[in-house]
C-alpha cells in the first residue's frame, strides 16, 4: 500500500502532519473529510 505525507488543518484551526498508508490519495482524502480536516498533500 502506498504511504502519504500530509498536512491537514482541522475544524478548530489545528494543524496536523502525518504519514499513513492508504489503499488510494482519493481514500485518504474522504477519511480526512470525514475527520472535518483539509488536507495538502506534500
Given at each position: 500500500?502506498?504511504?502519504?505525507v500530509?498536512?491537514?488543518?482541522?475544524?478548530?484551526?489545528v494543524v496536523?502532519?502525518?504519514?499513513?498508508?492508504?489503499?488510494?490519495?482519493?481514500?485518504?482524502?474522504?477519511?480526512?473529510?470525514?475527520r472535518?480536516?483539509?488536507?495538502?498533500?506534500?
Open positions: 500500500m502506498p504511504v502519504y500530509y498536512r491537514a488543518v482541522t475544524k478548530t484551526g496536523v502532519k502525518n504519514r499513513v498508508e492508504s489503499s488510494s490519495r482519493q481514500n485518504l482524502i474522504k477519511s480526512l473529510k470525514n472535518k480536516s483539509y488536507a495538502n498533500f506534500n
